[in-house]
């Protein structure tokens, strides 16, 4: 039997109200993932929203948002242990667009065309209609076979040219809590949404997942993006997600109260689960460098300006490689490559051999 679900806050319910009134969160056609939408008409329709979805399809198949873990997990007591002090604890996963579509299997499953473009990378297959079954075991363009999971994020834009990343991008899984050792894998299927396409600049800076912002030479922590661009350089953002799950879901309505970012323990500066949401999971953060310089003025995101940028997440990870990269880089406390390798700890070995693969 499905646990009592939770009420969504007040807020979303109204953010969802308003932009569902005003008409925001749907886009006029569905345009051709093949062709560029220019900026204007993404801020025209203004993306999406993390409003409930009530429509059956795909892995919800009553349609009221939740997707249940099977098994879910109860009984977990957050960790409060201090294991020894290691700087890092994490692994590298790389990988590389794939290509662009209006789509959002999270926020609009089941729905082609009606998301703000977004820019795909790892799972090859990934649009509108995926699910659990779909992407796992798929075709990757991350460096280890093993991940076909889907990760995407608003299409950017220089005037009315897209400008996607060049070559394998970084995905860090970490730990967000102080003790690594209690970091668990994900569990198949599990998919969340980083951030908030709605969000204002001041909201974007205060996210718990902000990092960096927005940069590109010497010019940091932008909420928005930087005037001028050094030739040569990239943009970059760095933003974090949330790593502490309830147990029991794999979705909830919004997307995003199924997942909680670590808090500081009373009267220490460790960090720890909420008793709401107990089990660690790795802290993705992404690391995205997009090849535009010079004058900025005219670069936007498909979601609009540059403090609504977020991103969405979708594990289907294969269970056996996902555990042993976690086991040894994250709860082994190294700083591992996407074989799983730490060259400052090279007599701790590899996870994984020179075909990215689990011997």
């Known amino acids: 039997m499905r646990s009592s679900p939770k009420r969504l806050p007040a807020l979303l319910l109204g953010t969802a109200l308003v932009a569902t009134l005003l008409g925001i969160g749907t886009i006029a056609s569905a345009a051709d993932p093949g062709k560029d ?76 065309g009606k998301s703000h473009d977004h820019t795909f990378m790892g799972n090859t297959s990934t649009n509108a209609n995926s699910v659990t079954d779909s992407l796992y075991g798929g075709d990757t363009a991350c460096l280890a076979p093993a991940d076909a999971s889907a990760y995407w994020m608003p299409s950017m834009f220089n005037g009315d040219r897209k400008v996607l990343p060049i070559g394998p991008q ?13 970091v668990r894998p994900f569990p198949k299927g599990l998919r969340f949404v980083v951030g908030d396409p709605m969000q204002s600049a001041e909201e974007f800076r205060a996210h718990p997942g902000w990092v960096e912002g927005w940069e590109c030479g010497d010019d940091f922590k932008n909420v928005d993006f930087p005037k001028q661009c050094p030739a040569g350089t990239q943009v970059n953002i760095r933003m974090q997600a949330p790593s502490c799950w309830d147990g ?17 323990k009373a009267g220490t500066n460790d960090n720890v689960c909420p008793t709401d949401h107990p089990v660690a999971l790795p802290m993705i953060e992404f690391k995205m460098a997009f090849p535009v310089d010079g004058d900025m003025s005219n670069v936007r995101l498909a979601s609009g300006r540059g403090y609504s940028f977020h991103y969405d997440f979708f594990n289907a990870w294969e269970e056996r490689t996902l555990k042993a990269m976690v086991d040894h880089c994250i709860v082994g406390g190294l700083q591992c490559d996407p074989r799983g390798y730490d060259e400052t700890n090279p007599e701790r070995g590899a996870v994984l051999n020179e075909d990215y693969r689990l011997p």
Do not use: W
Not at 86 to 107: K, L, M, N, W
Not at 170 to 182: E, L, M
Not at 248 to 264: E, G, I, T
């Open 170 to 182: 970084t995905i860090y899984y970490k730990s967000g809590v102080t003790d690594y050792t209690s």
């Open 248 to 264: 029991l879901y794999l979705d909830s309505p919004d997307h995003q109260s199924h997942m909680a970012y670590p808090v500081v």
């Open 37 to 112: 939408t220019p900026p204007q008409a993404a801020a025209a329709h203004g993306g999406h929203t993390m409003a409930p979805s009530l429509k059956a399809s795909g892995d919800d198949v009553d349609g009221d948002g939740y997707i249940p873990a099977v098994p879910q997990i109860t009984g977990v007591t957050p960790s409060t242990a201090n294991p020894p002090h290691r700087y890092f604890h994490e692994f590298q996963a790389h990988c590389s667009a794939t290509h662009t579509a209006p789509d959002d299997p999270i926020v609009f499953p089941g729905q082609p």
